[in-house]
């Protein structure tokens, strides 16, 4: 009797677990999207301001979501070696590991490539012109991740309940 009841108990929890992850990786998307756009921001100011150093730029840069996924560290721990940007570099190794939109990739690619080659003036349109963009995705994505986390979690729960009762 005690084996089917923590029997139930997992068979209805693993999918409850199973909709709140994809819950959160919802959230992590806009997160990260919002983490970029503050990035580009950041950058657009040590440039116009300070006319700070490529390689300086990040190094008092945070934000939770860019942390937890690696992509900060990779930023800041790069040495500036080719003729590529060091956001370029970063841009391409986490590629696969970002969880934003093709779309925001793209924008985020275009802008890497010119990063570091154009004039002052010039790259503070360029960041102005990328997170514009990138605002704009940002904007439909929150407005879809809410219902998006939602469903993954109702899905889960359910999924969980139908299971459970099959195995009454």
């Known amino acids: 009797m005690i084996t089917k009841a923590v029997g139930l108990c997992l068979v209805f929890i693993t999918p409850v677990i199973a909709g709140y992850y994809a819950s959160n990786q919802v959230r992590a998307e806009c997160a990260q999207l919002y983490g970029l756009i503050k990035l580009i921001k950041h950058a657009k100011r040590k440039i116009s301001g300070f006319m700070t150093r490529q390689e300086e730029i990040f190094d008092d840069f945070d934000d939770v979501a860019l942390e ?6 990779c930023l800041r721990n790069q040495k500036l070696i080719s003729e590529d940007s060091l956001l ?10 970002l969880s934003v939109s093709p779309a925001a990739k793209s924008a985020l690619f275009e802008f890497s490539e010119s990063f570091g080659k154009l004039s002052a003036e010039e790259q503070s349109e360029s960041c102005d012109s990328c997170a514009a963009a990138l605002n704009e995705l940002y904007d439909e994505s929150r407005s879809r991740a809410d219902i998006r986390a939602k469903l993954c979690r109702t899905i889960g729960f359910s999924a969980g309940a139908v ?3 099959m195995l009454i």
């Open 68 to 73: 937890r996924c690696g992509f900060l560290d």
């Open 88 to 97: 370029r570099t970063a841009v391409v190794s986490f590629e696969n590991r």
């Open 163 to 165: 299971a459970a009762i």
